[in-house]
C-alpha cells in the first residue's frame, strides 16, 4: 500500500477531481486514507480509530416476521425489523448461517452464543473456550484508551456479561446508568475537549503501587501448580491492564467529535421488566457514545438480557425464555405471538442504541460510520434451541471498510465468518479463524470494501 | 484493636524463624488459590483495620458450581475490571486507614517527622498489616518492596502518612491477599496444609473472615500442625461470637440466597414486592437457621419444620400478620392453620424459585432437590414442545393438570416425575410467596411425593425432608466442600464420614458437625504436588 502523507485529505482530492464544484458524490473509501494501522482520518487531519461493540439479546426472532424474501442489496425490511429502518443502509443481516457442535452438545442458550464470540464450539456450559472477540479486538485497536473494553447489563444482573478472556470468568458489566457513568465520566475522567487538560498527578502515584505489585509475578508464577497456572496469569494480566489503563490517562485523548458530556443520571429502577429497559437502553446508550466520542474506551458490550432471556412484561405472568418454550405456535399466522413481540421488543432496544450512536457527529460522518456493531443472539428458533440460522446484524461503516445495505444468505455456512469479517474490516491480519467445523478462511467479501 | 496491633507487632519479630521452618520445607508446595468473595473480603477488613472503614465498589459475581458459590473460587480469577475497582477499593480502605480520625487507633508507631519518610515506622506498620492480611507473616524481602514504595512516595510528597497509605494498598490488592493461597507439606505418605494455611481454612469456614492474631501464633509456633493444636484453636473459634457469621455465610451460599440478587417480580401482579422484601426475608431465613443451629443448639433438621420465624414490617406486610413491635425484628410463630412450616414456606425460598409472575412447582422441586438432597436435575432435552403446560385458557387450569402433561412424556417424566410433586404441595403460595387456596379458581390439590413417600401439603413436605436421610447427609458434603472448595459431587463420603457419623450420633447438631470436620484430618488433606507444575525458573531466590 502507498503511504501518504499523514495529513492526506479526501476532500481534497474531491476538489483536485471536481475543481471544487459542488457535485454530490458517492465519496468513495480508499485505503490510502487509511493510516498503516487502518485507521481513518478526519478532515481536521486527525486519526478516527476503529471501534467495535456488540449487542446482545436472547432468546432469537420470529423467521416468519423478520427473514427478508431475497437476499443481496435489493430487499424489503421486514416487519420484525421495522425499527432499524433509519439504518438500512448502515446494516447488513446475516441470516442462515449454522453453527456445527462437532462432538459437543447444544448446551442450551450457551452453544450459539458461545461459537459466534470464539468460533469455537463450547466444550462446556458457561464457558468460552477461547477469548471472545471484543477482547482480541480490543487487544488490536484498543491501545491507549483507558478501558480496553467496557460491559453493560441492561437488566442489571451481574453475571450478565459475554466477555472473557476464556473459561468461566466473564468481564463483570456495569449494571445501572449510573454505574456506566461513573465507570466513564465519574473519577479519573477528564474532558479531552478542554483546554484546562492535564495527567492528574495522583494517575503517577498508582503506577508506582502497581508496579509494586506486578513485582510478586515471578515469585508466584514459580510456585503455582498447574492447574492455577491460567488463574494467575489472568491475574496478572489484569495488573498490567490496570497498569495501561493509568498509562492512558497521562495521555490528552486525540478525539474529533464535539460532544457534551453528560451528567450523571442517578438512581433508577433497572429491572426485566420491558418498560423499564425501554427507559434505561437509551440512557446507556448514550453513555457509550459519548464514552467512545471522547476515546475513554474502544470496544464495548451490551447485553439486554441473560440468554434464556427472563424479561417480561408487567402484567402477564411468564418471561420471555419460558414463554418460547410454552406458547403454542398459532395454527393460523404460524408463529408464537407472545414470543414474537419480546423478540420484536429486542429489535427495538438495538435501534435506539443505534440511535445514539448514529447521532453523534464525528469527521465527516457519525460515530456509527468510525465503527462495527455485530447485533446477535444465540439461537434461531428458541422453542427447540436450534442453531441453524442464528440471525446477526452488522452494522457500521467500520471506517470506510465495510459496506452496508445487504442481507446476506449464509446457506448453511459456519457463523464464524461473520467473526473473520468483523476482524478483517477492523484490519486485523486475521486470515482464518475458527475451529474444527467452525474454522473458515472464508470472509463476506460482498460486504467488505 | 491497639492491643491485637501490639501482639502481631511482636509476632512479626520471631517471623523469620517460624516463616523459614515452612518455607525450606522441600515438600512443601502450593495446592490451590481461593479467590476471596466480598463477604469474605468485607469481613476480613472489618476485622483486621475495624468497622469504620467504609468502602463501596464492584465485586465479581461468583458463580454457582454444583450448587455452591464456594467451588468458583476456586475456578475464578479476577478480570481486568474486576481488578480496577479492586484496586480503588483497595486506595480508599487505605486512606481511611491512615487519616487524621483513625491514624492515632491504627498505626501502631509515630513518625519522627508527618513530612518526611521514617523507614522503621513504615516498615513496622507493612509487616503488622501484610502479616493480618496475607495470612502469614512477610518474608524481609516483602516487607522491604513495599517500605520502599511508601518511603518514596512520603518523600515525593512530603508526608509520611500518604506514603504509607500506598504501601497499605499495595498490600491489599496483591494476589496474596486477594486469594487465600494454600499451601501442603508432606504427611508420611500423603499431603496436609501447612499450619498457616490451615489457620486460613479453620478462620473462612467458622468465622468467615481472615485468622486473628492468636491463630496465626498457634500457626506459626506449629500448634497447628498438631490434631491437639488444632483441637484448641477449634474451641476456642466454636466459643466466639464471631461463629454466627461462619454459620451466616455457609447457609447463604448452601441456601442460594444470592439468587434474590437477580429475582424480579412483576409489581402489578405482586404491588407488595420491594428489593426491601428480598433482603428482609434472607435475613428471615438467616436468623431463624442461626436461632435453630446455634442458640437453640438444636437438631439442624428442624429448619424443615419450624413455625418460628423473624418478622420485620415489609414481610408482615406480605404475610398479612399485624407488626406490633418497637425494634425492627419481631419473633413469630406461624400457627399451625397458616401452613406455613419450615424454611421452605417463608418467603425467601417460595419467591426465589418461581417466575416474576406464577409460582413455579418446577422451580421449587428442582431447588429442593439440589439444594437439600444434593440431587442436581439436568437440564431438560433441547427439542421439547411444552405448549401445553401454558394454556390457562384450556380446560386444564392448574399447574398441577398442566404438569401432569409432562408424565406422558418418558423424557420429560423421568424428572419430572421426581422434581413437580416436590413443588406442588407448595403450590397454596404463590410466586411472593402469599398465601392461596385457589388457582384460576379451581382449588389446589397440595398432594406430594418425597422419592416414593406420599404426603399432603406444605407440613407433610417439611415433615418427609426432615426425616429424610439424604437431607443432613447433603448438609454435611456440602461444608465439606464448601470448607476445602471442592465440588459437592466430587466429594468422596470417606472425607466427611467421620464428622458425619458424629452429627448424626450426637441428634444432628449443626455445631458437633462443624467442630467434628475443623478436626479432621481430612479436612486439611492435599493432594501430592501435581506432575506437570513447572520447575521454579529464575525466581528460585526469591522463595
Redesign the interface.
Known amino acids: 500500500m502507498m503511504r501518504f502523507a499523514k495529513k492526506f485529505d479526501r476532500r481534497i482530492l474531491l476538489r483536485g477531481l471536481f475543481q471544487g464544484s459542488s457535485v454530490a458524490v458517492a465519496v468513495p473509501f480508499l485505503d490510502c486514507m487509511l493510516d498503516t494501522n487502518g485507521q481513518a482520518f478526519a478532515a481536521t487531519g486527525k486519526k478516527i480509530p476503529h471501534r467495535f461493540g456488540t449487542y446482545f439479546w436472547g432468546c432469537g426472532l420470529t423467521k416468519q416476521l423478520y427473514l427478508p424474501k431475497s437476499a443481496g442489496q435489493d430487499w424489503e425490511l421486514t416487519p420484525q425489523l421495522a425499527s432499524l429502518k433509519p439504518f438500512k443502509s448502515k446494516f447488513n443481516l446475516v441470516s442462515g448461517m449454522r453453527v456445527p457442535l462437532d462432538d459437543n452438545p447444544n448446551f442450551q442458550h450457551w452453544s450459539g452464543n458461545a461459537a459466534i464470540l470464539t468460533g469455537i464450539a463450547p466444550t462446556q456450559a458457561n464457558s468460552f473456550d477461547a477469548p471472545t472477540l471484543d477482547q482480541t479486538i480490543g487487544d488490536a485497536i484498543g491501545r491507549g484508551t483507558r478501558f480496553k473494553s467496557i460491559e453493560v447489563a441492561c437488566s442489571g444482573i451481574k453475571s450478565e456479561s459475554f466477555s472473557s478472556l476464556g473459561g468461566k470468568n466473564m468481564n463483570p458489566p456495569e449494571t445501572s446508568p449510573m454505574a456506566l457513568y461513573k465507570k466513564l465520566f465519574g473519577a479519573g475522567f477528564q474532558d479531552p475537549q478542554r483546554p484546562d487538560w492535564k495527567p492528574d498527578p495522583q494517575v503517577m502515584v498508582q503506577q508506582s503501587v502497581l508496579s509494586t505489585v506486578a513485582e510478586d509475578r515471578n515469585r508466584l508464577m514459580g510456585e503455582v501448580g498447574a492447574n492455577d497456572r491460567a488463574r494467575l496469569e489472568q491475574y496478572f494480566t489484569s495488573v498490567r491492564q490496570a497498569e495501561q489503563q493509568i498509562q492512558a490517562e497521562l495521555q490528552r485523548p486525540e478525539i474529533v467529535a464535539k460532544v457534551d458530556i453528560p451528567t450523571d443520571p442517578g438512581e433508577m429502577p433497572v429491572s426485566k421488566a420491558v418498560p423499564t429497559l425501554q427507559r434505561v437502553v437509551p440512557l446507556i446508550a448514550k453513555l457509550v457514545a459519548i464514552g467512545l466520542a471522547t476515546d475513554q474506551t474502544r470496544v464495548f458490550n451490551v447485553a439486554l438480557s441473560e440468554s434464556a432471556s427472563t424479561i417480561f412484561m408487567p402484567g402477564d405472568s411468564k418471561p420471555f425464555h419460558q414463554t418460547t418454550h410454552e406458547e403454542a405456535i398459532d395454527p393460523v399466522l404460524q408463529y408464537q405471538l407472545t414470543t414474537s413481540k419480546f423478540s420484536t421488543y429486542s429489535v427495538e432496544m438495538f435501534a435506539s442504541l443505534l440511535k445514539e450512536l448514529d447521532s453523534v457527529p464525528e469527521g465527516d460522518g457519525t460515530l456509527l460510520d468510525h465503527m462495527l456493531l455485530l447485533g446477535y443472539t444465540d439461537v434461531s428458533f428458541a422453542k427447540i434451541h436450534a442453531l441453524d440460522g442464528i440471525p446477526m446484524i452488522l452494522v457500521g461503516g467500520a471506517n470506510g471498510r465495510m459496506k452496508g445495505g445487504h442481507h446476506i444468505d449464509g446457506r448453511g455456512d459456519p457463523v464464524s465468518r461473520v467473526g473473520l469479517t468483523i476482524q478483517q474490516a477492523l484490519g486485523m491480519p486475521a486470515a482464518n479463524w475458527g475451529k474444527f467445523s467452525l474454522t473458515t478462511n472464508k470472509p463476506i467479501s460482498e460486504i467488505l470494501v | 484493636m491497639r492491643r491485637t496491633l501490639v501482639a502481631v507487632g511482636c509476632l512479626c519479630l520471631g517471623l523469620s524463624a517460624g516463616w523459614s521452618t515452612f518455607a525450606s520445607a522441600a515438600d512443601r ?5 481461593r479467590r476471596m468473595n466480598e463477604q469474605e473480603y468485607r469481613r476480613s477488613i472489618a476485622d483486621i483495620f475495624g468497622p469504620q472503614i467504609s468502602f463501596a465498589g ?1 465485586f ?2 461468583d ?1 454457582r458450581i454444583d450448587g455452591l458459590n464456594s467451588t ?1 473460587t476456586t ?11 479492586l ?2 477499593v483497595a ?1 480508599t480502605i487505605a486512606a481511611q486507614v491512615v487519616n487524621e480520625k483513625n491514624r492515632a487507633k491504627l498505626i501502631a508507631c509515630k513518625p519522627k517527622s508527618d513530612k518526611d519518610a521514617d523507614h522503621a515506622c513504615a516498615s513496622q506498620v507493612i509487616a503488622q498489616y501484610g502479616e493480618l492480611l496475607y495470612r502469614r507473616p512477610l518474608k524481609p524481602e516483602e516487607v522491604a ?2 517500605t520502599k ?1 511508601a518511603d ?2 512520603a518523600k515525593s ?1 512530603g508526608n509520611f502518612y500518604e506514603g504509607l497509605r ?1 504501601g497499605l ?2 498490600l491489599l ?4 491477599f ?2 487465600r ?1 494454600e499451601f501442603a507439606v508432606r504427611d508420611g505418605k500423603e499431603y496436609t496444609l501447612d499450619p498457616l494455611s490451615r489457620a486460613s481454612r479453620l478462620s473462612y469456614l467458622l468465622w468467615n473472615t481472615a485468622p486473628d492474631a492468636e491463630l496465626l501464633r498457634a500457626a506459626q509456633s506449629g500448634e497447628l500442625g498438631t490434631q491437639g493444636g488444632v483441637a484448641k484453636q477449634v474451641d476456642r473459634m466454636m466459643a466466639s461470637p464471631r461463629l454466627e457469621s461462619g454459620v451466616r455465610a455457609f447457609f447463604s451460599d448452601m441456601l442460594q440466597l444470592d439468587t434474590f ?2 429475582v ?1 417480580k ?4 405482586y404491588p407488595k414486592w420491594a428489593s426491601s422484601v428480598a433482603e428482609g426475608a434472607k435475613e428471615d431465613t438467616l436468623r431463624t437457621v442461626v436461632d435453630i443451629t446455634l442458640r437453640s443448639n438444636g437438631d439442624v433438621r428442624d429448619i424443615m419444620t419450624t413455625p418460628k420465624s423473624f418478622i420485620n414490617r415489609k414481610l408482615a406486610a406480605v404475610y398479612g400478620i399485624p407488626f406490633d413491635f418497637s425494634g425492627e425484628w419481631m419473633p413469630y410463630q406461624f400457627p399451625a392453620e397458616s401452613g406455613r412450616v419450615g424454611i421452605l414456606t417463608r418467603i425467601s425460598m417460595l419467591s426465589m424459585f418461581s ?4 409460582s413455579s412447582p418446577t422451580k421449587r422441586g428442582v431447588a429442593v432437590m439440589d439444594i437439600f438432597l444434593c440431587e442436581p436435575t439436568p ?1 431438560p432435552p ?10 390457562t385458557s384450556g380446560p386444564l387450569k392448574t399447574v398441577r393438570e398442566r404438569l401432569n402433561v409432562h408424565a406422558t412424556n418418558p423424557t420429560c417424566a423421568s424428572c419430572h416425575n421426581h422434581s413437580d410433586p416436590i413443588g406442588l404441595p407448595l403450590e397454596e403460595f404463590d ?1 411472593l410467596g402469599m398465601h392461596r387456596t385457589t388457582e384460576n379458581g379451581q382449588p389446589i390439590d397440595v398432594s406430594g411425593d418425597l422419592m416414593g413417600k406420599k404426603f399432603n401439603g406444605a407440613p407433610g413436605l417439611g415433615q418427609a425432608l426432615h426425616d429424610n436421610p439424604r437431607f443432613p447427609a447433603c448438609l454435611a458434603r456440602k461444608l465439606y466442600a464448601y470448607g476445602v472448595g471442592a465440588n459437592t459431587e466430587d466429594v468422596k463420603p470417606a472425607t466427611f464420614k467421620a464428622s458425619y457419623d458424629a452429627f448424626v450420633k450426637d441428634g444432628y447438631r449443626l455445631k458437633t458437625l462443624i467442630k467434628t470436620l475443623a478436626n479432621s484430618p481430612e479436612f486439611f488433606r492435599a493432594p501430592a ?2 506432575k ?3 520447575a ?5 531466590s ?2
Open positions: 508446595h502450593m495446592v490451590q488459590l464492584m465479581e459475581p458463580l468458583s475456578v475464578l480469577s479476577i478480570t481486568p475490571s474486576g481488578f480496577s475497582a484496586s480503588a486506595d518492596a513495599k514504595l518514596d512516595l510528597k500506598y494498598a499495595s490488592q496483591a494476589p496474596d486477594l486469594f493461597i440478587d437477580n424480579t412483576d409489581t402489578l401482579i417466575h416474576p409472575g406464577r437440564q433441547a427439542n421439547v414442545d411444552f405448549s401445553v403446560v401454558e394454556d410466586s504436588p501435581s506437570a507444575a513447572p521454579p525458573t529464575k525466581t528460585a526469591n522463595n
